[in-house]
């Protein structure tokens, strides 16, 4: 599986930015696909997951309320839709896979994530 993220760039603070990962190659029907994000010196942390069968998401406390994760199957995509964007929010974000199922919590686990894409960076700045 090869995963493809796209759509970063700059931004103003307040603004937005949809970001795409797209997979290729042996695609999995089950299990769920997640965003994770990088700041210099920091971390990788959980942003958002959504379950490939029936759409559930999972967002972390930094971005809920301002980020929407969705996905198009048929096209073997995953979006992550960011609104109302902070400087905080500046980061290389990163999409990932995982084939198998799991309880809701558990999607934000970043070690169940088998399948990685390269990064895509996002600056929110003036």
């Known amino acids: 599986v090869q995963l493809q993220a796209s759509g970063g760039g700059l931004v103003q603070p307040g603004g937005s930015l949809r970001l795409s990962c797209a997979a290729s190659g042996r695609t999995f029907s089950s299990g769920q696909m997640g965003w994770f994000r990088q700041a210099p010196g920091k971390e990788r942390e959980f942003v958002a997951a959504?379950?490939?069968?029936?759409?559930?998401?999972r967002y972390g406390d930094a971005v809920k309320g301002r980020f929407t994760i969705s996905r198009d199957n048929a096209k073997n995509t995953v979006y992550l839709q960011m609104n109302s964007l902070k400087p905080e929010d500046t980061a290389v974000y990163y999409c990932a896979g995982d084939p198998s199922r799991t309880i809701p919590r558990s999607m934000e686990i970043m070690s169940r994530y088998e399948y990685w894409g390269q990064g895509t960076q996002v600056t929110v700045s003036s």
């Open positions: 959504i379950r490939r069968t029936d759409g559930l998401t």
